[in-house]
């Protein structure tokens, strides 16, 4: 099917109705119980999961979804070691929502991990329980995040994120200096979530991207030069050896942003949410990191809830990035 040929929900329409739902269930504990992450050749391109019991009961789970749900489709799916990552297409309306569906894939899944004799505990543990007769089950306690996408482009870059999974674990795990999530990183009197390389904060010369309204609203008239100016004059910088920096938000600084990705230059990302313990940089920005060309910084706390970003810490992000272009 082709991609036009998709529903996508309006912003009202969330959680019923016809629409494209990303979903992640993860063990709590963080452990592989659904799996080995295997790397041949050190090459991460060439990485799989070999699947646990636990696991493959969890992937038929997953495959029967569209049996006793027929208006659903599975489009993509991967099973990690800890988590697992699927994307639903509702191609017809439902009496029930996506969550009454995901709940019953989610209860599906608890049943399945107790009925599993896996140890979860480090290794003395086992010890202790193998004389105490005691054995511990996997039990999924943590509710799956569901995520409906409503937005051109965004189901393509989520079925690449959930394709490339193993490929970015093994790759962090080759790597993983470059992916550490360090805290209290302070600059100028701010501090900040880090990940990347902060050898970044060390140059000589930064400049901001920041599009402003003006330039777009002279291209919707018909007088693009000011804003295609701008653009070629920020690649121009950067490859004069300038670290570009920005919460790159706009449609056109995000054209910016993956112009320079490509070319492998220098750049600061602000972003508006603080990192988990388990985060990883978006496809977009995950290559970058990995070749130390970025740094990612939020200012702000993780907020496992946030889920849009708001005009207020838009003005605030742009203005943080000219405070960080003066370090």
Known sequence: MEH??????EPGEAWKGIGIYHVTLTIPSREPLLGDLIIPDSDPS?????????????VYIIGSIPHYRPQIRLLQYCLMPDHVHFIL????????????VVRGFWQAAKKVGREYPILSISPNDIRENEQNKTTLHPIFTEIPFIRPMSRRGQLDAMMQYVKL??????????NPGFFHVQRNVAINGRTYDAVGNTKLLYQHRYMPVHVRRTMVEEAQHGEPQRLLSYKESCILAAQENTVMVSPFISPDEQDILHSLLEQKRPVIYLADNGFGQYYKPSSLLFDAVDAGQLLVLSPWPYDPQKRSISRAECIALNQIAEELCRI
Request: proline share 5%; glycine share 4%; net charge positive.
């Open 89 to 100: 297409y509702v191609q017809q309306t439902m009496p029930y929502g996506i969550k009454s």
């Open 46 to 58: 060439k990485a799989y999961v070999e699947r646990t019991e636990l696991g493959k009961e969890i």
């Open 4 to 9: 036009e040929q998709w529903h996508w929900q």
């Open 165 to 174: 999974n193993p490929k970015r674990l093994a790759t962090k795990r080759l």
